[in-house]
């Protein structure tokens, strides 16, 4: 069946990214910790459906408050291809020079922030600005991208650059040029992208590995725990105060960044 050549291909870049990325990995999760443990955050930014991974890794269930994922609404949600919040706007606006710099300029971020970039192509004027400006701003950057694809891609940012070359660090996605994996007889380009799991999959493990340098330090945040299931009175408040704990320190600690 076709849908067991996406599986396969896709076991092949899950592999990759365990067997080459846990280092960088390790890397981007020591600083989010140190950022955290500094009491500022892990921001992360992606636009059209680059920002997916941003919104799966907080808040949601196993999350912790210290990540704050930027949602640009007008590049990352896409109703349908035309009319209102269509594809055609979001992929002009993410190529529009100046942008990325409005979107920071809500933000009172420092250096002891860490600014985690998701781009597959990594060539989208957008997230390379807003490394940049990151930079400048004297925040260590992350690039999460395809090193396959962006290294044979040309840069839609006046500077020529591509989203790993402005970055400190790059965790590469291992996903193949292209994006989509899958060869359909009679279709005229692959169809089923890998770029999106991928990227969750690495920002759900650097969720993690930063966890266990939290605790490595006995830094130990409140969790979003699971509520979605049948629990006893006293389990139910155990959870909601668990909940509201997580609250509070989403909004402590967002009172000294938003602008």
Same mark, same amino acid.
């Given at each position: 069946m076709?849908?067991?050549?996406?599986?396969?291909?896709?076991?092949?870049?899950?592999?990759?990214?365990?067997?080459?990325?846990?280092?960088?990995? +390790?890397?981007?999760?020591?600083?989010?910790?140190?950022?955290?443990?500094?009491?500022?955050?892990?921001?992360?930014?992606?636009?059209? +459906?680059?920002y997916i991974p941003t919104m799966d890794i907080y808040p949601r269930i196993g999350s912790f408050p210290g990540w704050l994922p930027i949602h640009e609404m007008a590049t990352s949600y896409i109703t349908r291809m035309s009319g209102d919040?269509?594809?055609?706007?979001?992929?002009?606006?993410e190529k529009v020079e100046g942008y990325g710099k409005v979107v920071l300029a809500n933000y009172a971020l420092d250096e002891r922030d860490v600014m985690i970039v998701i781009s597959n192509s990594g060539v989208n004027t957008i997230g390379i600005e807003?490394?940049?400006?990151?930079?400048?701003?004297?925040?260590?950057?992350?690039?999460?991208?395809?090193?396959?694809?962006?290294?044979?891609?040309?840069?839609?940012?006046s500077s020529g650059k591509r989203l790993f070359e402005v970055v400190d660090l790059?965790?590469?996605? #291992?996903?193949?040029?292209?994006?989509?994996?899958?060869?359909?007889?009679g279709f005229p380009a692959r169809v089923a992208s890998a770029?999106?799991?991928?990227? #969750?999959? %690495? %920002?759900?493990?650097?969720?993690?590995?930063?966890?266990?340098?939290?605790?490595?330090?006995?830094y130990i945040p409140p969790v979003f725990p699971s509520h979605n299931t049948k629990l006893s009175e006293e389990e139910t408040h155990r959870v909601e105060e668990l909940v509201e704990q997580i609250y509070a320190e989403d909004s402590r600690r967002l009172k000294q960044i938003l602008r």
């Open positions: 076709t849908a067991n050549k996406f599986f396969q291909a896709f076991s092949e870049v899950f592999q990759r990214i365990e067997t080459t990325q846990v280092e960088n990995i +390790h890397t981007a999760a020591t600083w989010a910790a140190e950022a955290m443990m500094a009491d500022r955050f892990g921001v992360l930014f992606g636009s059209g +459906h680059s919040i269509g594809l055609r706007q979001s992929l002009f606006l807003i490394a940049i400006e990151a930079k400048k701003l004297g925040l260590k950057t992350v690039g999460v991208t395809s090193l396959a694809h962006s290294q044979v891609s040309k840069s839609y940012h790059v965790i590469d996605n #291992c996903v193949p040029q292209g994006d989509a994996l899958v060869d359909v007889t770029s999106t799991i991928a990227g #969750c999959i %690495i %920002i759900q493990s650097l969720a993690a590995e930063t966890g266990a340098i939290l605790a490595e330090h006995n």
